[in-house]
């Protein structure tokens, strides 16, 4: 794992934004908020090097995490890192590297992304369960609560945002952009240049 910014101090409870950030959004940072606020006590925001299921469009990887950097800049609690795998097993093996085998560490996430883990097809039975003793889950609600299967719910917890981010996506984004439509409300107020930039080219 490359760390492009590291955040000082002792970490117990580890939280992980994972994604593409094309681009990021004021939903990401939002979730990411709301895990130092309530749950945790450093947000890691990273990107992998290459995507097991899809590769980088449009703007690339380095772009992006320009983007991200920029977004959490001077924010007390968040690290930004490029990490080699794709999967979440990979990323939080990777990050116990760094952090030691006593951090917890937990993935932030909303309500659709969590179907998409836990009914994600793994190749064997138990095997999400078995990553479950790992990482842990914190979904925030995105067009309804996420309810998780009943023997997960000591790994699969709630987390609450405080606002209502269901309108905000890097899709719609992209979409706003193509169409000429005003978007730079839903990107943080210190990339709007910078995602001009990137996606106005």
Known sequence: MEFLQKNSGPVRRLGILAGSFH????????????AIEREVDEVLLVMPRVFPHKDYEGVNLEARVGLVQAAVAGRRGFSVAISEGGLFIDIARECRAHYGMDCEVWFLCGRDAAERIVNWD?????????????FGLLVAERRGRFMPPEEFE??????????????VSATEIRERIRAGRDWAHLVPAAVVDQVRDAYLR
């Open 23 to 34: 681009p990021v959004t004021r939903a990401h940072i939002a979730l990411a908020e709301a």
């Open 122 to 134: 793994y190749g064997a039975e138990g095997r999400f369960a078995g990553q479950l003793h790992e």
């Open 154 to 167: 000591d790994r699969i917890r709630a987390l609450e945002l405080g606002a209502d981010w269901n309108d």
